[in-house]
T-cell receptor
Framework: AQSVTQLDSQVPVFEEAPVELRCNYS??????LFWYVQYPNQGLQLLLK??????LVKGINGFEAEFNKSQTSFHLRKPSVHISDTAEYFC??????????FGKGTRLHILP | DGGITQSPKYLFRKEGQNVTLSCEQN?????MYWYRQDPGQGLRLIYY???????QKGDIAEGYSVSREKKESFPLTVTSAQKNPTAFYLC???????????????FGPGTRLTVL
């Protein structure tokens, strides 16, 4: 069975500062990992995904994530955040069937 | 443009009434999903369907029902048996996992249901 843990429910960060949103997973099979973003009162939008190959994955809006198999982590990073990045971010894992397991989400608050 | 539509965006219902949430996709996806979102709890799977005329219960199916008569449509009915139906409901779709090792889901804009 797969599971996802997002270690922080809320992360405040000053505008133009770097940010890291943490995600750990567990799985007994090969994993495919995703980060989604949800703006207020909207659906989820895919930021990036790790399927195989390079462990550093680049996504939209300047975000990137690094897959670390030994630490079972898939942390999301951005070198400089903007007020428009205020949203909730979800880490998710797929084990190769038709379902995705989502974490509980991390709210990113951008401080002026 | 291809995508997923959900209607209505906001829905109000009185206690004891059934209500149906619409979800339509024109992405030619085989699989469709319904999630419930509550603050601080992430997304919880209600029902999913991998093919027309077939669907499976997710983690919190009690008090909900679905149908999949057409590939494009996957309506969700919230019945009076659902004890706490006020929530944000999200519909998603994906290409079938058959023949590929992973599943990337695409989401609709959501329906916010409030029980008065």
């Amino acid at each position: 069975a797969q599971s996802v843990t997002q270690l922080d429910s809320q992360v405040p960060v000053f505008e133009e500062a770097p940010v890291e949103l943490r995600c750990n997973y567990s799985s007994s099979v090969s994993v495919y990992l995703f980060w989604y973003v949800q703006y207020p009162n909207q659906g989820l939008q895919l930021l990036l995904k790790y399927l195989s190959g390079s462990t550093l994955v680049k996504g939209i809006n300047g975000f990137e994530a690094e897959f670390n198999k030994s630490q079972t982590s898939f942390h999301l990073r951005k070198p400089s955040v903007h007020i428009s990045d205020t949203a909730e971010y979800f880490c998710a894992v797929s084990g190769g069937d038709d379902k995705i397991i989502f974490g509980k989400g991390t709210r990113l608050h951008i401080l002026p | 443009d291809g995508g997923i539509t959900q209607s209505p965006k906001y829905l109000f219902r009185k206690e004891g009434q059934n209500v149906t949430l619409s979800c339509e996709q024109n992405l030619n996806h085989d699989a469709m999903y319904w999630y419930r979102q509550d603050p601080g709890q992430g997304l919880r799977l209600i029902y999913y369907s991998q093919i027309v005329n077939d669907f499976q219960k997710g983690d919190i199916a009690e008090g909900y029902s679905v149908s999949r008569e057409k590939k494009e449509s996957f309506p969700l009915t919230v019945t009076s048996a659902q004890k706490n139906p006020t929530a944000f409901y999200l519909c998603a779709s994906s290409s079938s996992a058959s023949g590929r090792p992973y599943n990337e889901q695409f989401f609709g804009p959501g329906t916010r249901l409030t029980v008065l």
